[in-house]
Nanobody
Framework: QVQLVESGGGLVQAGDSLRLSCAAS????????MGWFRQTPGKEREFVAA????????SYADSVKGRFTISRDNAKDMAYLQMSSLKPEDTAVYHC?????????????WGQGTQVTVSS
């Protein structure tokens, strides 16, 4: 299995940018599709973005298309979420997740999350 640790969250103003990082350890990182999800209290966890094991395919939620970019560096066992033009509604705990499923489903490995707060 793979272990995941997120970092890079913080408090920013609307319109600012922020980059989240996800460090992986354990199994071969490139075997795993990686995803970013977010959750706010009282709401269900929401899909944000995903990237295939070799980085050749990505998927985004409509709410973040054009503003967020997911990437990965398999040589460093790292995944990233570059967030731009942040809005207050982007405030959430962001989790990275790993899946052996190439269809961007069945994310079974999760990090503890990092808080992103966007002030208006």
């Amino acid at each position: 299995q793979v272990q995941l640790v997120e970092s890079g969250g913080g408090l920013v103003q609307a319109g600012d940018s922020l980059r989240l990082s996800c460090a992986a350890s354990g199994r071969t990182f490139s075997w795993y599709a990686m995803g970013w999800f977010r959750q706010t209290p009282g709401k269900e966890r929401e899909f944000v973005a995903a990237i295939s094991g070799n980085g050749g395919r990505t998927s985004y939620a409509d709410s973040v298309k054009g503003r967020f970019t997911i990437s990965r560096d398999n040589a460093k066992d790292m995944a990233y979420l570059q967030m731009s033009s942040l809005k207050p509604e982007d405030t959430a705990v962001y989790h990275c997740a790993g899946s052996r499923d190439s269809t961007f489903t069945n994310f079974g490995y999760w990090g503890q999350g990092t808080q992103v707060t966007v002030s208006s």
